[in-house]
């Protein structure tokens, strides 16, 4: 599923790969279309709930502190959290990595008894490939997010980490249903899909034995999981079936329960222009006794895979803040231009392009972070003020260092080429001693016509430049001006 | 298993960190204290209207005879409500062509019947946040989880009075953190979705409307 991890030994960094799917989604103009038109849509919603620059700058500075805080008191605030959700009755497990994410969760389904699952949305489950590990071990897992379930029913990974079926339009949609559900009458009305979808899935809701979802935040003080979302089918996953099994990555913990409402108002705003989400579903037990429903048993996974070893990084670290609403994927030129396959990551977009090199290290995933112009607007939409242009250029840079690997970036230095070094150490002697550059440019203006036809990729599009006859400082001097 | 935990908060605990986040409580949340009961009102109303979510403002004594009169306009015929005090109210009259059903026994005993039998139900909500227009549930054994989930119309009970500006303002002022039950939930409009190209469409999963009662004394 993740292209980035095939091939890395013929081509380091996937630059080839990624450059392959780049081609490919710049040849689907349709696909393309359906990217642009979202996108902007998403920007202008985003854009209407904060039309006072001062408070958008006051609740960035707020959910940036409350999460700075969060990933500074990680442990303590993991081990409260812990003891919190276990005195509320909801028991804890600690996953290093994918694999053992996918045992635990295997374990507690096999325990149950439980064959069929119903999901409700969660990238975390995407980045553990969750669904794959169940299904090989005969579990039946429908995904219950409308979008989640378009691409389910259309064997593909999301293709933006809010609306995960963005590049589908509804007569793809409509296509899809007739193929899976031909007992349905056709039709490519967005609210009859919408009602046919709730038909299928309410079916699988009433007979799943689990169900399992992400989580948005997990409060320490209170014990308490929070999740949001508009459908309804989160609560359905968390309430209906007699077993809840949430996921998360360590750092989704936040300290207080009044840390929850700034930083809701910064996720939805952000994500898709909504004030608040529909549902706003705060849980804190399972059933109790006396409670007529409500699963009898909750559980957490919690998931480092990198996260701690991503938190060592003095600047890299700051990845961690993010709440995932996507902002900066809705506000990248090029995620609109190339959509979220050609990243061939689980996480697309300005936040993939850091956080799946950390993740699966440099030398698997380090072209991403050239997926890139550097033009800041994700850094300037960012929520949580993560600074993501930095924070790519220093992946850039620290792809290409000499000097030991560190633990905290797996493949530093190794997409380093000897040719490319030389290049760049000759540029910074020539544009540091005067009288070789001088004598540069006068090689350089005697010589033109021998400058090549192509320079690689630049000439692709563009004429090679050529340098005058003569030199500005040439010319200036033969004028008489002196250099002041 | 335990191991994993332990190596976890090893590596955890060996990162230096410089945070100096002291800054975060000097900031506080804008406030809307100075909105009196016709702006918080107006303002859930607004909101929620803004998500399809309808509101109607009655005398405190009347939603009764509200739903006497809409129910059976709106072809709901079979009406689900808690064992509360708005079931128990519900139970004393007659509402031609209504039958009440109580929400009385676990869910695992007619799952069946709640899908596929009611039409709408009725709860309370425990309180009410104007500056989002959402509807505040703590969902308990009178009014359990899935009663304003899965019935396609939700008809909600709203005290005027008990109207707060902000999230954050009820939170502090009920002191949640102290006592978070089960399951909290805040409603802000009917279940809605924009999964297939970005366009909103109501009713995916949890009710196609929501009807709050704002009721006033």
């Given amino acids: 599923m993740n292209d980035t991890r095939q091939d890395t030994g013929r081509d380091p960094g996937g630059y080839r790969a990624l450059h392959e799917r780049i081609h490919d989604a710049l040849g689907k103009p349709q696909v393309r279309d359906n990217f642009r038109r979202a996108m902007d849509g998403i920007r202008a919603h985003r854009a209407a709930q904060f039309p006072d620059p001062a408070y958008l700058a006051d609740l960035r500075a707020r959910a940036h502190a409350i999460r700075q805080h969060s990933l500074d008191a990680l442990p303590e605030l993991l081990e409260h959290l812990e003891q919190k959700l276990t005195e509320n009755g909801i028991r804890v497990h600690w996953a290093e990595d994918a694999a053992q994410a996918n045992a635990i969760i295997l374990e507690l389904l096999r325990t149950a008894g439980a064959h069929s699952v119903i999901k409700g949305k969660s990238m975390v489950s995407e980045e553990i490939e969750l669904n794959a590990a169940l299904e090989k071990a005969g579990i039946e897992v429908v995904e219950s997010d409308l979008g989640e379930y378009i691409i389910q029913l259309a064997h593909e990974p999301p293709s933006h980490i809010v609306a995960p079926a963005i590049h589908k339009n509804r007569r793809d949609v409509a296509e899809l249903f007739e193929r899976f559900h031909p007992e349905l009458p056709y039709t490519e009305d967005i609210d009859r899909l919408t009602g046919n979808a709730r038909q299928v899935l309410r079916e699988k809701f009433a007979n799943a034995d689990a169900g399992i979802s992400g989580v948005n935040f997990a409060v320490a003080e209170t014990g308490t999981l929070c999740l949001v979302e508009n459908e309804g089918n989160g609560r359905l996953s968390t309430t209906l079936p007699p077993l809840h099994i949430a996921v998360t990555g360590i750092e989704k913990v936040i300290e207080r329960l009044d840390d929850l409402p700034p930083l809701l108002e910064a996720l939805t705003k952000s994500a898709t222009g909504q004030p608040i989400t529909t549902y706003v579903n705060l849980i804190s037990r399972p059933r109790q006794d006396d409670e007529l429903d409500g699963p009898e048993a909750v559980h957490l996974v919690m998931l480092d895979n990198g996260r701690s070893r991503i938190r060592e990084h003095e600047e890299l670290a700051d990845t961690l803040r993010c709440i995932r609403c996507g902002a900066c994927i809705n506000h990248c030129p090029v995620y609109v231009q190339v959509g979220g396959h050609a990243y061939g990551s689980v996480y697309p977009g300005p936040i993939g392009s850091v956080l799946e090199p950390q993740r699966l290290g440099l030398e698997q995933a380090g072209s991403l972070a050239s997926a890139c112009s550097l033009c800041g607007a994700c850094g300037e939409v960012c929520p949580v003020e993560i600074p993501l242009p930095a924070l790519i250029n220093r992946l850039r840079a620290e792809a290409v260092q000499s000097g030991p690997e560190d633990a905290p970036l797996p493949g530093r230095g190794r997409l380093r080429r000897p040719g490319e070094a030389i290049a760049w150490r000759l540029w910074r002697w020539l544009y540091t001693s005067p009288r070789a550059y001088r004598g540069f440019l006068w090689f350089a203006t005697r010589l033109r016509a021998l400058t090549p036809a192509r320079l690689g990729p630049w000439t692709r599009y563009r004429s090679a430049p050529r340098p005058a006859a003569r030199s500005l400082s040439e010319l200036a001097r033969r004028e008489g001006f002196r250099n002041e | ?217």
Avoid at chain 2, 37 to 48: C, G, K, P
Avoid at chain 2, 100 to 111: C, H, M, S, V
């Fill in chain 2, 1 to 217: 298993m335990n191991e994993t935990r332990q190596s976890i908060l090893q590596r955890l605990r060996g990162t230096h960190v410089t945070g100096d986040h002291s800054g975060r409580s000097a900031r506080s949340a804008p406030s809307h204290a100075d909105w009196d009961s016709e702006r918080l009102i107006a303002r859930f109303s607004e909101r929620q209207q803004a998500v399809r979510g309808e509101v109607y403002r009655l005398p405190r004594g009347q939603w009764l005879n509200w739903l006497a009169l809409e129910l059976p306009g709106r072809g709901l015929r079979q009406l689900l409500a808690g064992s509360g005090d708005i079931g128990r109210q519900l139970a004393a009259v007659d509402i031609r062509g209504v039958q009440l059903r109580t929400y009385d026994e676990p869910i695992e005993a007619w799952k069946q019947q709640l899908f596929e039998e009611v039409d709408v139900a009725i709860t309370g909500a425990r309180c009410g946040i104007a500056e989002t227009g959402s509807l505040v549930l703590w969902p308990d054994r009178q009014e359990p989880r899935l009663t304003s989930l899965v019935p396609p119309v939700h008809i909600a009970l709203l005290s005027a009075d008990t109207l707060y500006p902000t999230l954050a303002d009820a939170m502090a002022a009920e002191n949640w953190a102290e006592r978070m039950p089960t399951n909290v939930l805040l409603i802000s409009g009917p279940s809605k979705t924009a999964d297939i190209e970005q366009t909103l469409a109501y009713g995916i999963h949890g009710p196609k409307s929501l009807i709050t009662l704002i009721l006033e004394d």
